[in-house]
């Protein structure tokens, strides 16, 4: 997803990146797998979706949403999906996109893999840190050398717990995965969500738990997670990131940008966002007065 796999998907982008690019702005695509949370519907011949395990996915009690039980996928199976990834990235870069965001959050394929609490192989896929994040690591390697370390970036989610995925270490998590993209010179970003953020006294209390990961990073560094105009204002003002995300409120005010330079009131958000619980549309904001 999100269908650059054909060439007759590649050249229906291309208007669509022409549009973006002559209002003056960047436009990345983000290549990401599913994996288990998915049903068999969506799957070629309705056959299990693919994952690091095959425990199926609880059922989702707030959109009421019922993954399908997934199949292990096989460690013979898994370079034809680095393939996957590898011509997804040179397609977009063929429709004009400025780069590819690999994602790898949320309880998709890649973080299906990554975390201990999804991952029970025993395989060299999994068991060690070093073995469950084998093969992001690959997808990695493979876009990297396909369009150059400057058009890639990827997205991390290590203390989210999404799609039944959590991890018992999510700090190393975290640094080991920085680790692996500072061997790439010219990296481009690191997107990172924050730790579950709470709300006290009704205001948003977003914990600021990526610092040690900014830190370590050597490239641009963006984080996301419930930050407003203030909260992301703040954090770019003490260098706590180089970029702000966000995803809900531009779903809600297409034209955000514009109001936050106006300070204006916002939409709220409403049942839209049941429909994917981390929705992927989201700004590369800066400070704005």
Same mark, same amino acid.
Not at 16 to 45: M, W, Y
Not at 265 to 288: A, D, E, M, S
């Given at each position: ?13 291309? $208007? ?20 288990? +949370? ?5 799957? &070629? ?24 039980? &997934? ?27 400025? =780069? ?25 896929? =999994? ?8 093969? +992001? ?20 989610? $290590? ?42 006294? =009704? ?73 994917? $619980?981390? $929705? ?6 800066? &400070?704005?007065?």
């Amino acid at each position: 997803m999100p269908g650059v796999w054909t060439q007759e998907q590649v050249e229906a982008w291309k $208007p669509i990146v022409d549009a973006v690019h002559r209002k003056g702005a960047f436009f990345f695509c983000q290549l990401g797998h599913v994996g288990r +949370a998915s049903t068999n519907e969506f799957q &070629p011949d309705g056959q299990a979706p693919i994952s690091s395990t095959d425990e199926q996915i609880s059922p989702d009690a707030e959109s009421g949403m019922v993954y399908s039980k &997934p199949r292990r996928l096989r460690a013979d199976e898994i370079p034809a999906v680095v393939e996957d990834f590898r011509r997804a990235a040179r397609n977009a870069v063929e429709a004009g996109f400025d =780069g590819v965001e690999i994602h790898g959050a949320h309880g998709m394929l890649l973080e299906q893999f990554m975390k201990d609490g999804a991952n029970d192989r025993t395989d060299e896929y =999994g068991g060690s840190l070093e073995n469950r994040c084998r093969f +992001a690591v690959e997808v990695i390697d493979a876009v990297v050398r396909e369009v150059g370390a400057h058009r890639v970036g990827i997205k991390l989610s $290590p203390f989210a717990d999404d799609m039944d995925c959590e991890d018992s270490d999510p700090v190393a998590l975290g640094h080991y995965m920085i680790q692996q993209l500072n061997k790439y010179e010219g990296f481009l970003y690191c997107h990172m969500v924050e730790p579950r953020m709470a709300i006290v006294e =009704g205001h948003r209390q977003i914990p600021r738990g990526l610092l040690q990961f900014r830190k370590a990073f050597n490239g641009t560094f963006i984080v996301a997670g419930g930050y407003d105009r203030e909260e992301g204002n703040k954090a770019l003002g003490e260098h706590y990131a180089d970029l702000i995300a966000y995803g809900r409120l531009f779903l809600a005010n297409p034209d955000l940008p514009k109001r936050f330079d106006l300070d204006a009131p916002l939409n709220k958000y409403g049942p839209l966002h049941l429909l994917h $619980p981390r $929705p992927c549309c989201w700004l590369h904001g800066l &400070p704005l007065s």
